[in-house]
């Protein structure tokens, strides 16, 4: 019987025991457990890690941050300014444009005479392209006036003639500058006058 009260004892102990540590447990809760915290904090990291892939903007910071790669093309071969062509070399002053042939010039001189009612005379000059088809005008002096009293063109010796019947008074003739463009440039015919003859 002895036995039995000291099992029985036993068992109430084990039982009291087991209750009292299932309490303690249960009123401490897990983060008193040193174990359950020390397994929280590690577990915290890993939940918490964040696996991101970078944006457009990482993508545009790394891109900013990064030296642009290397063109590729080979470098220009292009000549330097002036040196293709040194200046004046490919078109030297005045070679696209030649120079005109320069102008010459000859005198000219004009006789008058009168005679059957009309005023006649000769253009002379060094060049014969100066006696034809030159213009020549006869003058009258009028108190002391030139009035053009008729007109007329040269052959091609020069001669000209202008009718004038029952001429009265003073008169001389003149023959205008002309210009004759030829191939070997510019010929300028000076104008003359002609001496006074009176009637």
């Known amino acids: 019987m002895a036995r039995t009260h000291a099992r029985t004892v036993l068992a109430l102990v084990v ?29 915290i990291p890993v939940v918490e890690e964040k696996v991101c892939n970078p944006t457009e903007s990482d993508h545009r910071e790394t891109d900013d941050d990064t030296p642009p790669p290397s063109s590729s093309r080979p470098p220009s071969s ?31 001189q004009i006789t008058i005479r009168y005679r059957n009612g009309r005023f006649f005379g ?24 030139s009035v053009t009293a008729g007109a007329d063109a040269t052959d091609r010796s020069g001669s000209w003639a202008v009718r004038f019947p029952r001429a009265r008074g003073r008169f001389f003739a003149t023959v205008n500058v002309e210009r004759i463009q030829t191939r070997g440039g510019e010929i300028r015919c000076e ?6 003859i009176s009637r």
Not at 87 to 99: K, Q
Not at 191 to 196: D, E, I, M, V, W
């Open 122 to 145: 000769v253009v002379e000059s060094s060049s014969e392209r100066c006696w034809s088809r030159r213009s020549v005008n006869l003058k009258e002096k009028n108190n002391g006036r």
């Open 15 to 43: 039982a009291l025991w087991t209750v009292l540590v299932w309490s303690l447990t249960v009123a401490a809760g897990p983060n008193d457990d040193p174990v359950a915290a020390r397994t929280h904090c590690e577990t």
């Open 191 to 196: 104008g003359a006058r002609s001496r006074t």
């Open 78 to 108: 292009a000549t330097p300014s002036g040196s293709a062509s040194p200046s004046g070399s490919a078109s030297p002053s005045g070679s696209s444009s030649p120079t005109s042939p320069p102008s010459r010039s000859y005198d000219s």
